[in-house]
């Protein structure tokens, strides 16, 4: 990966490019594209109710999440863990995991994920309107994404 790739970005509140994921959304503070395949970062803001994705495994990816309001459920090996706003997690590659929004309000969070390459997957379900769980794990088996046995 060549330094001269990545470029500086400032952005102001509210900035990014934003997808929907029915209710809730995720908003790309920065991409591969942008960090020339390093590093990606998203806030995400996840509705009440919010199921989250299968719980999985990355074999490359180190995904870090910030939760910056609210509360997340976060399934790490067999532990669950709610995790209220300040808190951090960071999951290795190969270890199981999820995260859902099962509490009556709003979660926030900060998600950093290396190498990038992860926002593919969201830019494509976005696209797509689904909303299964099972059916958006099928796209994102593409992009370092693995159910979980």
């Known amino acids: 990966m060549d330094d001269a790739a990545v470029r500086p970005i400032v952005l102001e509140p509210g900035d990014g490019e934003r997808m929907t994921l029915g209710a809730s959304s995720i908003v790309y503070k920065a991409s591969g594209?942008?960090?020339a395949g390093r590093i990606a970062l998203s806030e995400a803001t996840f509705a009440p109710g919010y199921p989250g994705p299968l719980p999985h495994v990355h074999r490359r990816m180190t995904d870090i999440f910030y939760v910056l309001e609210g509360t997340v459920r976060f399934l790490v090996g067999d532990e669950e863990r709610d995790v209220g706003a300040g808190?951090?997690?960071l999951m290795p590659p190969g270890v199981v995991h999820t995260f859902s929004n099962p509490h009556d309000a709003p979660a926030r969070l900060l998600n950093i994920f290396s190498?990038?390459?992860l926002e593919g997957?969201?830019?494509e379900v976005a696209a797509s309107g689904i909303t299964d769980p099972r059916e958006m794990a099928e796209i994102a088996a593409r992009y370092d994404f693995e159910p979980a046995p």
């Open 33 to 35: 594209e942008d960090a």
């Open 115 to 117: 190498p990038a390459g």
């Open 87 to 89: 808190g951090f997690v």
């Open 121 to 123: 997957y969201v830019r």
